[in-house]
């Protein structure tokens, strides 16, 4: 099974961009490779910020975008807000019919 | 808009079962897939499984042993039992709608709809 690796913690001021990246573990490809991501505040539950690797839901601000670069997928988040403050999950096609998150990252606005 | 309404008992002793139901209102049930993710207090996400509204299932590995989820068409419903749990099921489980696309030939899916999540504590 393919796992998702994250950084445990990122960082970043008021306006600047940051970018959290979601390396697997293996070199499938397919559908291996359209990550989504999750943004999870403290005590809510999750929501979907990123689909198909870059893709943004109705309404969501284009703050927020999604890209892949072999193994990696990066979810980059320009002009940091403080609301911006929060747990960022990837999660991918895992095989076997199966889905993987990976460990998540701790995004803290400065 | 589609919402996701989530109970089930929320204290168990160990080596019970755990069983928990989803509702989806406001939006069709067929043609998707429905899941099951935990969330251990303060650790990440863990996809425990997912059902097509025709009854097909995919299990996480780790937990495919001891869970089965169901689905009850009639009442746009689904439904997770977890047997023989322990203090490390102890989590918030979350049910969540599966959005779907092709990119390129392949199938991608992603959780576009959440539950707000039920806390289940195990103890003795």
């Known amino acids: 099974q393919s796992a998702l690796t994250q950084p445990a913690s990122v960082s970043g001021s008021p306006g600047q961009s940051i970018t959290i990246s979601c390396t697997r573990t293996?070199?499938?490809?397919?559908?291996?490779?359209?990550v989504s991501w999750y943004q999870q505040h403290p005590g809510k539950a999750p929501k979907l910020i990123i689909y198909?690797?870059?893709k943004r839901p109705s309404g969501l601000s284009n703050r927020f975008s999604g890209s892949k670069s072999g193994n990696t997928a990066s979810l980059t988040i320009s002009g940091l807000q403080a609301e911006d403050e929060s747990d960022y999950y990837c999660?991918?096609?895992?095989?076997?019919?199966?889905?993987?998150f990976g460990g998540g990252t701790k995004l803290t606005v400065l | 808009q589609v919402q996701l309404q989530q109970w089930g008992a929320g204290l168990l002793k160990p080596s019970e079962t755990l069983s928990l139901t989803c509702a989806v209102y406001?939006?069709?049930?067929?043609?998707?897939?429905w899941s099951w993710i935990r969330q251990p207090p303060g650790k990440g996400l863990e996809w425990i499984g997912e059902?097509?509204?025709?009854?097909?299932?995919n299990y996480n590995p780790s937990l495919k042993s001891r869970v089965t989820i169901s689905v009850d068409t009639s009442k746009n419903q689904f439904s997770l039992k977890l047997s023989s749990v322990t203090a490390a099921d102890t989590a918030v489980y979350y049910c969540?709608?599966?959005?779907?696309?092709?990119?390129?030939?392949?199938?991608?899916?992603?959780?576009?709809?959440w539950g707000k999540g039920t806390t289940v504590t195990v103890s003795s």
């Open positions: 969540a709608r599966m959005g779907s696309g092709i990119h390129q030939g392949y199938y991608y899916y992603y959780m576009d709809v």
């Open positions: 198909e690797g870059s």
């Open positions: 293996s070199s499938d490809v397919g559908s291996y490779n359209l």
């Open positions: 059902i097509y509204h025709s009854g097909s299932t």
């Open positions: 999660c991918s096609y895992a095989g076997s019919s199966t889905r993987v």
């Open positions: 406001g939006g069709s049930f067929s043609g998707y897939y």
